[in-house]
């Protein structure tokens, strides 16, 4: 066992997993859904629980039982943060590519394939989708998440593909493994990702990878969303095709390096 393991905190691992489960779609939460989503018994759901509630980063109604984090959270996760200049510097990246092409960006890791947003600008005057913060099941049908796919290496690319589950979400969504698997080579030659109307009708998005500037893994992705009443397909790719790969690269080279990726 290495040093760090045989340090290892359990239940401020677990603390800090039942903190992350909040977010703008999951705002309230109980006691049971907690235990569910984490997979853990009643009485150690309770302990978890009780401890932050104490320590002030949960609220919980006497009435209602329901969960949510507290003035004292919101704070720390603000600071926390502020101490941070890579979101910043990217924040920094977008607004200056939204004002100059009045275009609607997402900004995402990936993690567990989950799709994770962590910055989004609407272009003015248009219409647009803005994906919840956290996506699920949306690897293969969006831009953001048939990018970052195409950033792995094949080998981590078949492994994905025999594991994932091809949710149908329109009718020109892929659900053939072998053919998303033909899309993923396409997508790495060119080095960026096309969705046309396969996560939702009327939407068509342009994507590119993000990637670790040390270890060079992807770790992401970045889009450019348009509505079909604006814009075809064809006429995307070939006014932002270059644009999407330079932002995704001068956004990649402000990521914080994963120490772990090396």
């Not at 045989?6 to 859904?33: C, H, M, W």
């Amino acid at each position: 066992m290495s040093k760090g393991k045989y340090y290892f905190s359990k239940s401020l691992d677990k603390g800090l997993k039942i903190l992350a489960l909040f977010n703008r779609e999951t705002p309230v939460l109980t006691q049971s859904e907690i235990a569910t989503t984490l997979d853990l018994n009643r009485t150690s759901t309770y302990r978890y629980i009780n401890t932050l509630v104490e320590l002030g980063y949960l609220e919980k109604d006497a009435k209602t039982k329901e969960i949510r984090p507290s003035i004292l959270c919101m704070l720390f996760c603000t600071n926390l943060m502020r101490t941070n200049d890579h979101l910043r510097m990217v924040k920094e990246v977008v607004d200056r590519i939204h004002s100059e092409n009045n275009v609607s960006i997402d900004v995402a890791f990936v993690v567990d394939d989950t799709i994770v947003h962590i910055y989004h600008r609407d272009a003015e005057e248009t219409l647009t989708y803005r994906l919840p913060d956290f996506s699920k099941n949306c690897l293969h049908n969006t831009a953001l998440g048939k990018a970052y796919l195409s950033s792995l290496p094949d080998d981590l690319i078949a492994e994905k593909l025999d594991t994932m589950i091809l949710v149908t979400k329109t009718e020109k969504t892929i659900v053939e493994k072998d053919a998303l698997a033909a899309e993923l080579k396409k997508i790495k030659a060119r080095q960026y990702a096309m969705s046309a109307e396969e996560f939702l009708p009327g939407l068509i998005a342009i994507g590119a990878p993000l990637y670790d500037p040390i270890s060079g893994k992807g770790v992401g992705a970045v889009s450019f969303d348009f509505s079909v009443l604006q814009h075809s397909a064809e006429d995307i790719k070939a006014k932002y095709g270059g644009l999407i790969k330079e932002t995704a690269k001068t956004i990649s080279e402000l990521l914080p390096p994963d120490k772990n990726r090396r």
